[in-house]
């Protein structure tokens, strides 16, 4: 169980890379929706791990284990003792509750910037429950402020906010493609693998540097959305530029971080993308495309499995210690 248990807190220091890695060769939408499913996977994983080291260390405390009814002449989970168990487990216990105060704190923050986003649009405060629901038709709303601004506004009803600043700075083309831009994020539901990425960022710290490669992607998908929206990439390049130099010139108020803008993220590298021809990846990018996605799929089928075999054997002790004799 030793060996399990701690896999899954080790091998998001290689996979968390591998991932960044296999991202930027595919296309924006597979690279966001990669990035997130390994965030939410190791993260999983990592506080399964955590949990199960904090149990089996209280289990070793006399009170917690004659609470479960283990016998101590059967209760050996692993090759460690009981003094070897005790700090692991006291550590394990800390990293469990700056986990807990890490979400809170993430979750909190994010409702009342959404709730502060959407009344400034005179909606009613948005709920969880209406963040995780299909979006409909999204709405535009505009607001009169001479500061450059246009984000996504998730909730319900979804919205595109945009200020009076941003609209007077596109010529209607240029204002059609951010537009475009912006409802991709909403029927993308980008919120969502905004916020996964973020409560997995705070199950493990090798995860952190997922969150702003997928933000990139993100955006890159909705610049892809878009340019098909309007039939025209450098239409939409220009776009995102001319957007990007306004809101430099007049800093807008800090927007909600679920709330994707066409703004953020390296611009000069997605005016590049959006201008550059998309043909067939040459032979060594595609090999290097198939080992990165092999390597990453080893990491995560490993940490799923060794969360699993840990899993199994802490059961299978437990069942053990209370005396069940099939499971010996």
Do not use: K
């Amino acid at each position: 169980m030793t060996i399990a248990i701690w896999a899954p807190l080790l091998l998001p220091l290689l996979a968390a890379p591998l991932a960044r890695r296999l991202a930027d060769q595919l296309a924006p939408r597979a690279a966001a929706l990669t990035l997130a499913a390994t965030a939410v996977a190791l993260g999983t994983a990592a506080l399964a791990s955590l949990g199960l080291l904090a149990v089996t260390g209280l289990l070793h405390l006399p009170y917690g284990a004659a609470l479960a009814h283990l016998s101590p002449a059967h209760w050996h989970p692993s090759e460690l003792s009981e003094f070897e168990w005790v700090p692991t487990a006291a550590a394990a216990a800390l990293a469990l509750l700056t986990v807990t105060v890490l979400a809170a704190r993430t979750a909190r923050r994010q409702l009342a910037d959404l709730r502060r986003a959407r009344a400034a649009t005179g909606d009613l405060p948005a709920g969880p429950r209406a963040l995780l629901r299909r979006p409909g038709p999204a709405a535009l709303t505009v607001l009169t402020d001479d500061r450059a601004d246009a984000y996504a506004l998730p909730g319900r009803p979804p919205r595109i906010v945009a200020t009076t600043g941003m609209l007077a700075a596109l010529t209607g083309p240029e204002r059609a493609a951010l537009l475009a831009h912006e409802r991709a994020h909403l029927a993308g539901r980008h919120h969502l693998l905004l916020a996964a990425a973020e409560y997995a960022a705070a199950c493990h710290p090798a995860l952190r540097p997922l969150r702003p490669a997928l933000g990139y992607h993100l955006e890159r998908w909705a610049d892809e959305c878009a340019a098909t929206a309007v039939g025209d990439r450098a239409l939409t390049a220009r776009a995102i530029g001319h957007a990007a130099l306004a809101a430099a010139r007049t800093p807008a108020a800090p927007r909600p971080g679920l709330a994707p803008a066409a703004t953020t993220g390296p611009v000069p590298r997605r005016v590049r993308a959006l201008l550059t021809d998309h043909r067939t990846p040459p032979t060594p990018r595609r090999a290097l495309r198939v080992l990165a996605a092999l390597a990453l799929a080893g990491c995560l089928a490993a940490t799923t499995a060794a969360a699993a075999e840990a899993g199994h054997d802490f059961h299978q002790a437990v069942e053990t210690a209370q005396g069940d004799p099939s499971a010996r």
